[in-house]
């Protein structure tokens, strides 16, 4: 008789009229329990992003998530989201992944995404693993910029083009002390 | 046992943050870690941590597994760990586990408790300490 109740109370958004809605045959969507109607119902409130993490917000930890995020607070720790938005004045403490990374803030670590835009109040200190990326004028940067994104990652830090030639064999060879004419001594 | 930023957040709410929005956390995003916040959080998705807020509404399909302290808290998912609140709404999809420190509580029918629900003087709630003794 009153099965119903327990799961379609809607709250937080007062829901008028939503309820008729709320008790039509749940089960529509592969994934989602049927008591999530409550939720996408707000989310649709807030259309910038999915999750939204508020300025006053902090956060020590690791977030992640298969759908966009919002950061306009502060993280210390990692996120991974589909599309992550670094807002104007959050700070992240981290890496940023994501399949689009979109940095007006600062982030002082890492950002591996298949496209990267910096817009022109972001600071980036740390590299970006790209495959697309469009820096604004005004932008800061201060790490390399790097198109693996999606290859191997053999963890080849700072390709540091030593000159090889620098380094010939000749020292060898006079410690060996046989034949030191090849040697280049001045 | 110095004082913590967070202690004010358990002294009236302020009205200087009222502009800032929420934080959404929805229902795909997972957190590993603490949370804190002068203002209000809305969890949808799951959080493993402990979080501090003005107020913390746990939206139906959300998990929360740790220690809350804030002002208000509303839950209408799951919940496993500790509430230390003023004021607790559980709503009838609720499914807590724990204890749920309050000093008014409401709960709907349906509302699932496997814990205690200890009343607390409101100024329990304006000293961390006892808090933090709790925490550990």
């Known amino acids: ?186 | 046992m110095p004082a913590l930023p967070h202690v004010a957040i358990l002294t009236p709410p302020r009205g200087g943050e009222v502009s800032d929005v929420p934080s959404h956390l929805g229902k795909a995003l997972t957190i590993k870690g603490r949370l804190d916040t002068t203002g209000a959080i809305h969890i949808y998705g799951n959080v493993h941590g402990r979080i501090t807020a003005d107020r913390l509404v746990l939206g139906a399909g959300g998990y929360v597994e740790g220690d809350v302290v804030a002002n208000d808290v509303r839950i209408g998912g799951r919940f496993a760990g500790r509430i230390f609140a003023r004021n607790v709404t559980l709503d009838g999809s609720a499914d807590v586990t724990g204890r749920i420190f309050h000093h008014t509580a409401t709960v709907a029918k349906g509302a699932r408790i496997d814990g205690r629900m200890p009343w607390r003087p409101l100024n329990y709630f304006e000293r961390l300490e006892h808090l933090r003794e709790a925490q550990s």
């Open chain 1, 1 to 186: 008789m009153s099965m119903f109740l327990r799961s379609d109370k809607s709250f937080d958004t007062g829901g008028s009229g939503s309820t008729a809605r709320e008790s039509s045959p749940p089960a529509t969507d592969t994934k989602r329990p049927p008591s999530t109607t409550t939720s996408s119902d707000i989310a649709g409130s807030q259309p910038r992003a999915v999750s939204v993490i508020s300025k006053s917000l902090k956060i020590t930890g690791q977030l992640e998530s298969t759908e966009d995020i919002q950061v306009d607070g502060e993280v210390d720790g990692d996120v991974r989201g589909a599309s992550v938005k670094i807002g104007s004045n959050a700070r992240v403490k981290g890496t940023v992944y994501g399949e689009t990374v979109e940095l007006s803030g600062t982030i002082d670590g890492k950002i591996e995404a298949k496209k990267v835009v910096l817009t022109s109040t972001a600071h980036m200190s740390g590299d970006v693993i790209h495959q697309d990326i469009r820096i604004e004028s005004g932008a800061f940067i201060d790490g390399y910029c790097r198109p693996e994104f999606g290859k191997v990652t053999n963890k080849t830090v700072h390709p540091a083009p030593k000159p090889v030639g620098a380094t010939p064999a000749t020292p060898v060879r006079e410690k060996t002390g046989t034949t030191g004419d090849f040697g280049s001594r001045p």
